[in-house]
């Protein structure tokens, strides 16, 4: 029990002691206030305890919402280690202008404004084009020979 219970239960035993007559208009009312006195203890008594169940349920649910936030951000965090790998992956294969060696190369690595030379030729793997001569070759054929 309560603290609050136990002292509305010494209460009512000091009104039983006392042997109040409930006849008398002053015994009636101190009579009634400690009936009302301890319904309150009583309905205190089972809130508290409704409570701490409902305390626990909320508890409950919090660990698993933190099972389920935690199984699905390592999924994404899985996700994205993955698509990190698969760009990491990504190569593309070149042929060489100049000697047709086919070379594996990662774009990451490249930059297009430098010069990069070819590890079996050592020419320039990305020639400059004239001006104007921004179709492909076969391309400028066919619209010559249409004409």
């Known amino acids: 029990m309560s603290k609050l219970t136990d002292r509305i239960s010494y209460l009512q035993g000091l009104a039983e002691g006392m042997k109040l007559n409930p006849e008398k208009d002053a015994h009636k009312l101190i009579l009634n206030i400690l009936e009302v006195l301890g319904e309150v203890g009583e309905s205190f008594e089972a809130l508290a305890e409704s409570h701490g169940e409902l ?3 909320v508890e409950s649910i ?3 919402l933190a099972d389920l936030e935690a ?3 390592d999924d994404e965090d899985e996700d994205a280690a993955e ?6 992956e990504s190569t593309i294969e070149y042929e ?3 000697c047709g060696a086919m070379i594996d190369i990662d774009p990451d690595d490249v930059d297009f ?3 990069t030379k070819c590890p079996e030729c050592g020419k320039d793997l ?3 084009l ?3 001569a921004e179709e492909e070759p076969d391309e400028a054929e066919d619209e010559d020979g249409d004409e």
């Open 55 to 57: 305390s626990d349920y």
């Open 62 to 64: 919090d660990e698993d």
């Open 71 to 73: 199984d699905l951000y």
């Open 83 to 88: 698509d990190d790998e698969e760009e990491f």
């Open 96 to 98: 060489c202008p100049h």
């Open 113 to 115: 404004d430098e010069e």
């Open 126 to 128: 990305f020639p400059e």
């Open 130 to 132: 004239p001006e104007g």
